[in-house]
């Protein structure tokens, strides 16, 4: 080994004839249960540009190091032997910190240096030899203590093998830090257990993998699981906990049975307001030895609630309260009762990994919103109600006064966006109230009237008091079923319902509850990539998504478009191109002449008053989620030059890189809103242009421009006849849709590429790969030698 020359190895090299002979060989970890290489934490997040979308850079270990399945010790980074043996400690850190062990590793094939987060006093950092990495037992160990499991029941108990899925799915590396501290706190004695993990990072298969643990461990023997919807509860036991088998039951019918381990209960089906209907306590106070609660913000944050009253009956068990919005308030408290969270994750973490979809958001004003609107003396509603005299504006329309050609509006708005993008994907329209929604069902057949006459079931309105509707929740749900396409509610979709398929959500009601606003945000943030469902958008007709600003949000969107009078709903970068007895009705039932949940309320209705779109500003969301206050110009500006300093800077970088395309690509991900910035110094710029003018104050140049000088030069005199003629269509590619299309192999296979034969017979015909790639790098250079 000593006469190899280490330099000229590759990362690869050093990893298979170094670092994995000195874990393996000589420290002794089991290749195939203990070591995993090149373990991808993230799925790279989703970047929208336009209608198109791709993925960014995947955060991905070199080794992950495991005691046992699921229960990981270290992370190992691997750079090649030109780099230092440290060089990688600070990416294997954050790569620990993320999977939340304490050990981390840099080697180059020299030798290895250990980053130790348990040590409290003393080096945390040492170098050590290819000869001295710590054994699997010495880990364990060193492990234990750090995370206080004292004696070997803690760790039998921790170290309880996952469910063997026959699927081979996995946790992801956030489920395996909420899973493994969960049992942590349990382990040492804790009682009460707050997981706080955003909408669509599935808390059900991280409470699942929990409860299988300390079930098969027999630290718990017998369970209840707590949900407040039917459709919760029966998605959960069809689905994760499935493997639960004949020991499961649901307890529905209000009869408990006794026979069953692990239960499955919608909460309202075992109390209620009378002692004869609280099936609970049907069971003794210590039957149950774990309790979880799916969405615990909804009812176990108040002390006067069934769920609390359930609670309190079996407080010797221990209970895990799950959520993605907790309740923090002046008179209501997850953290009153569970404590502070063991773990969170945000949903603005789980967009910038990759895992949930990000979104847009247009935000439509209307003039009866902004400016209210004043009946004149003694005017009458369609029903011949005279209607009070005040001002009413937003708070007031579908609630107290409908305006019925604003909802008009609401409905050839939403049909109009649709129309722009696809009228087949899935949309959630939410209303002030039930009847809010079963106008607004009326409003959307009449702009839809060709595909409701095709499918009466392509508009539905699905609230708690709709058994029609109801009926279709599941094909909604079901991506592969194609009705209903638009659906209309106030409260009932509002939570729970995992619509992974849904990319559009309406917003043409008032919410002043970050709890509500997180969870109807959540129904739209599931990715399905398998049906075309990667990112969604957000109509805002209520300023709703002012809550955006609010400090307990955590998930900025991408873009926010205000359209202008006459401008489409549609972005302009989106332009171009082309149950059963058991559940309790929670949606907000007002009927006409009656309000709120059974008192007296009048709702006028007036249909001669004209409303109107009024001008606004387009916003935008940088990466970090915070609103870009200033212009856009000066946004890019200093996101540019925190980069490259000087124009010379970003000169010499443009004109060294092999693709150009790559930094375009990293100018996006710092945040810079190219095609934004199209749109408003124009669209016949190319990203060159628009760095140099806004960041430098450089004149720019059109590609049509650029693409011309070219020719003028006759550099293409050189070239065989073929390979000009290719050469000069590219150049003309160019001119027509940018850069990224001359880089990209695959405008090869188009016209007018075809004419000239098969891709391989194009490069050829420049005398190969290699000579035909400095062809485009060299037509590159000639596009930008005037800069």
Aim: glycine share 6%; hydrophobic share 35%; with cysteine.
């Amino acid at each position: 080994m000593d006469a190899i020359n280490k330099k000229i190895l590759s990362e690869r090299d050093i990893c298979t004839m170094f670092i994995t002979p000195a874990i393996v060989d000589v420290a002794g970890w089991d290749k195939f249960t203990q070591v995993r290489e090149e373990v991808s934490l993230t799925k790279g997040r989703i970047i929208v540009r336009g209608k198109l979308h791709t993925r960014g850079e995947k955060k991905r270990a070199d080794y992950v190091l495991y005691h046992k399945t699921n229960i990981p010790l270290a992370v190992v980074e691997a750079k090649d032997n030109n780099h230092t043996v440290r060089a990688g400690i600070q990416q294997a850190i954050y790569y620990a910190e993320m999977l939340d062990v304490p050990f981390a590793y840099s080697s180059n094939g020299d030798g290895f240096i250990e980053h130790d987060r348990s040590v409290t006093s003393g080096a945390k950092e040492r170098e050590i030899s290819l000869k001295e990495f710590p054994t699997p037992q010495e880990l364990w160990r060193r492990y234990c203590e750090y995370k206080g499991i004292e004696d070997t029941t803690q760790a039998q108990l921790y170290a309880q093998d996952y469910y063997p899925s026959p699927e081979n799915k996995a946790p992801r590396y956030y489920q395996l830090t909420a899973i493994n501290r969960t049992i942590e706190a349990i382990t040492k004695g804790q009682n009460r257990v707050l997981l706080v993990m955003a909408t669509g990072t599935g808390k059900t298969f991280t409470a699942f993998q929990i409860i299988w643990r300390l079930w098969k461990s027999g630290a718990k023997k017998r369970i209840l699981f707590l949900a407040d919807r039917n459709i919760l509860v029966d998605q959960t036991r069809t689905n994760d906990f499935k493997p639960f088998g004949s020991a499961m039951t649901k307890i529905k019918n209000r009869q408990a049975d006794t026979a069953y381990e692990i239960h499955l209960a919608l909460y309202q089906a075992i109390t209620g307001t009378e002692e004869r209907q609280k099936i609970y306590r049907n069971f003794s106070k210590d039957f149950f030895d774990l309790i979880v609660v799916d969405e615990c913000h909804r009812g176990s944050a108040d002390e006067d609630s069934a769920w609390r009253e359930i609670l309190e009956y079996f407080s010797g068990a221990t209970h895990i309260g799950m959520t993605a919005t907790p309740r923090e308030t002046k008179y209501v408290s997850n953290i009153h009762y569970f404590g502070d969270p063991v773990f969170t994750y945000s949903l603005r973490q789980g967009i910038e990994d990759g895992f949930l979809a990000p979104y847009k958001v247009v935000r439509v004003d209307i003039d009866k919103d902004l400016t209210g609107w004043r009946p004149e003396a003694g005017k009458k509603d369609r029903y011949g109600k005279e209607i009070a005299d005040r001002v009413y504006n937003q708070r007031d329309f579908d609630r107290e006064l409908v305006l019925e050609k604003r909802t008009e509006l609401v409905a050839k708005k939403v049909t109009e966006f649709l129309k722009a993008t696809n009228r087949f994907d899935k949309a959630i329209v939410f209303c002030e109230d039930i009847e809010h929604a079963e106008r607004m069902r009326g409003a959307l057949i009449n702009e839809n009237g060709d595909l409701f006459s095709e499918n009466s079931k392509y508009v539905m309105q699905i609230t708690g008091d709709n058994p029609e509707g109801k009926a279709e929740l599941d094909n909604f749900i079901l991506p592969e079923s194609k009705y209903p396409v638009i659906v209309t509610t106030s409260k009932l979709l509002s939570t729970g319902v995992d619509v992974q398929t849904c990319k559009l959500i309406v917003l043409d009601k008032r919410i002043e509850s970050m709890t509500e606003f997180k969870q109807i945000i959540g129904r739209g943030t599931r990715i399905n990539e398998a049906y075309g469902k990667s990112f969604f958008t957000i109509i805002d007709f209520r300023k709703a998504t002012e809550l955006f600003a609010d400090k307990d949000f955590d998930g900025k969107p991408v873009q926010i478009y205000e359209p202008k009078e006459g401008e489409p709903v549609v972005p302009p970068d989106d332009g171009e191109g082309a149950t059963d007895g058991g559940e309790t009705i929670i949606d907000e039932g007002i009927q006409v002449g009656r309000t709120g949940k059974g008192a007296k309320r009048t709702k006028f209705y007036v249909g001669d008053v004209e409303v109107t779109l009024v001008s606004e500003r387009v916003q935008y969301y940088g990466k970090d989620g915070k609103l870009i206050t200033e212009s856009l110009n000066d946004f890019t500006r200093k996101a540019v030059q925190k980069n490259f300093a000087s124009l010379s800077d970003f000169l010499k970088r443009w004109t060294s890189a092999d693709k150009k395309q790559a930094i375009i690509e990293e100018l996006e991900g710092e945040g810079v809103l190219l095609e934004a910035l199209a749109d408003e110094v124009g669209k016949d710029f190319d990203a060159f242009d628009l760095v140099c003018h806004v960041a430098y104050g450089q004149k720019p140049l059109t590609r049509r421009e650029r693409a011309e000088n070219v020719k003028k030069r006759n550099y293409f005199a050189k070239y065989e006849e073929k390979a000009r003629a290719v050469l000069e269509s590219l150049l003309d590619k160019y001119a027509d849709e940018g850069l990224d299309n001359i880089e990209d192999p695959k405008v090869l296979k188009v016209q007018p590429f075809d004419r000239y034969g098969t891709p391989l017979e194009i490069i050829q015909s420049f005398g190969g790969r290699d000579k035909y790639l400095e062809a485009i790098q060299e037509l590159e250079n000639q596009l930008y030698s005037a800069a």
